[in-house]
């Protein structure tokens, strides 16, 4: 096997200090500092420590940088003149959008040497075709902004997740985020028809086509979803719309066993084929946590079980069959002793209500404690198996610790999350972090998943791409970048290390 170390790839421990090359990185001076800050006028450059403070942290407070200045352009123009001149100066950039992601790409590093560059202001909707069955955005327009807009034309943008209401679509389309709806629509990536994209070099390249069909050459716009920032910043994207669904059935199904969850799937397959829209598991501890934190929920059953299924169908057809259909998936599986007890919302109220139990599985984490992460998927036929597994792996080697596994049961997407023992120290608890992901990703990858099935690589995961690409994948995604970025100045030091 090639020496990966002597071509600059990774093969450090998960968590090892990543900041290293980036301290080599000088501050940008005063004078770029200035420069850069006329780009966008002082109103839009902040250099105040409680002006800057939102742009530091992730969320969870797992990653807190700092940085010199934060810049807020309002056209593609000031953005591109951002790049000119970052690239000229070999300043580093860091793209941010709602700031929602979850492995750290999106925050500057503690080294102070990087300049972020808030999409928040490109935020127009600049075209909506409900007879095309297109809608195209600016980088930093909100999800569920763009629902709302799908929605007054009659139509459906399908991608859903839980920070829908604060994360913008540019981080999306970086993150190639998944959701509740990938089982019928598939990931961002299948939703984009065309992008437009500033290059480190400040050079625009205008790609948002409305075609379905395009063969003339490579396919530019994959490249840049899923890159994270680090091969050019997005601000606009052209994206698919699909029929409003007609009717919709939302059902909350308990049952005893992840066996038994699987069952029920390819019964629900069976049954309601493509009107299957979104297959959900949650563990009884992660409803538990819900109702203790989350103001305004209860249990849609009377009595609890191990673990539930969140189901949806949805249909363009008003007629009233689609209730049939799902009343009769229901009756089956509590006949064959598939499901324990189910409930089908009876109204758009009560499908928001089980829907926000499902949304709400992450937030109500928090005042848990510490909480260990993975978002990891397996073939959909091996979930059972690698719940038991991981599960048994990580309280023998954490006795006490509470495990929260939950998400797309339907599309292999699990979010193994380990909340800390109860009366056990955080910090402590959080110093095993990367122990308890070797143990959780060494299962994962030995029943042939991926240890990032929709949050990204950053610098939570950068580390471990080693051990999960082999050398000829991780030289083309060099060759990619440093074709792209000749400078290494787009965030540098994520997805890939810094030469």
Not at 155 to 175: D, H, K, Q, V, W
Not at 250 to 267: H, M, N, Q
Request: charged share 20%.
């Amino acid at each position: 096997m090639p020496d990966t170390a002597a071509r600059g790839l990774s093969t450090a421990p998960a968590g090892a200090p990543i900041i290293a090359a980036m301290t080599a990185r000088p501050t940008p001076s005063a004078d770029t500092l200035e420069r850069l800050a006329r780009i966008v006028g002082p109103a839009n450059a902040f250099t105040a420590a409680a002006d800057i403070e939102p742009y530091l942290v992730e969320w969870r407070d797992k990653y807190r940088g700092a940085t010199p200045l934060v810049l807020r352009p309002g056209s593609v123009a000031e953005v591109s003149a951002i790049l000119a001149l970052a690239n000229e100066t070999r300043t580093a950039i860091v793209p941010q959008g709602g700031n929602t992601g979850l492995v750290g790409g999106q925050v500057p590093t503690p080294a102070g040497n990087e300049v972020v560059v808030s999409l928040t202001r490109l935020d127009r909707i600049r075209d909506v075709d409900p007879a095309g069955f297109t809608l195209t955005a600016e980088a930093g327009v909100v999800l569920d902004t763009i629902h709302q807009a799908a929605s007054a034309v009659d139509r459906l943008f399908p991608l859903s997740l839980g920070a829908e209401g604060s994360c913008r679509i540019g981080g999306n389309i970086s993150t190639n985020a998944g959701g509740v709806g990938v089982l019928a629509y598939g990931n961002t990536r299948d939703l984009v028809l065309g992008l437009e994209v500033v290059l480190a070099n400040g050079e625009v390249w205008n790609g948002l086509k409305r075609l379905r069909k395009d063969n003339t050459g490579y396919d530019l716009k994959q490249l840049f979803i899923g890159a994270e920032g680090t091969l050019g910043i997005v601000t606009a994207a052209t994206l698919k719309l699909f029929p409003r669904p007609k009717a919709m059935e939302t059902a909350f199904v308990g049952l005893s066993s992840p066996a038994d969850a699987l069952a029920l799937f390819e019964r629900a397959r069976a049954v309601a084929g493509q009107s299957l829209t979104a297959f959900e598991i949650v563990p009884r501890i992660g409803l538990d946590f819900v109702l203790r934190h989350v103001p305004g929920t209860r249990d849609p059953l009377g009595e609890a079980h191990p673990w539930y299924i969140l189901v949806e169908l949805s249909s363009g057809d008003a007629s009233g069959t689609l209730t049939a259909v799902a009343e009769n998936l229901l009756a089956e599986a509590l006949e064959a002793g598939i499901a324990e007890d189910a409930v089908l919302a009876a109204s758009l109220d009560q499908q928001a209500a089980f829907w926000k139990i499902r949304h709400a599985l992450s937030e109500s984490q928090k005042p848990e404690g510490g909480s260990i992460k993975h978002d990891v998927s397996v073939p959909i036929a091996a979930i059972p198996a690698f719940l038991d597994e991981a599960s048994a792996a990580v309280e023998a080697l954490v006795p006490g610790a509470r495990i929260v596994a939950f998400g797309h049961l339907g599309d292999g997407n699990i979010h193994f999350n380990i909340s800390q023992p109860v009366g056990a120290d955080k910090k402590a608890f959080l110093d095993r972090w990367e122990e308890v992901n070797a143990v959780v990703h060494g299962i994962v990858t030995a029943m042939e998943g991926s240890i990032s099935a929709e949050h990204g690589i950053g610098r939570l995961k950068r580390d471990l791409l080693p051990g999960v690409k082999s050398p000829i994948e991780l030289e083309l995604m060099r060759r990619i970048k440093d074709a792209f970025d000749p400078n290494g100045i787009l965030n540098p030091g994520r997805m890939l290390q810094e030469r």
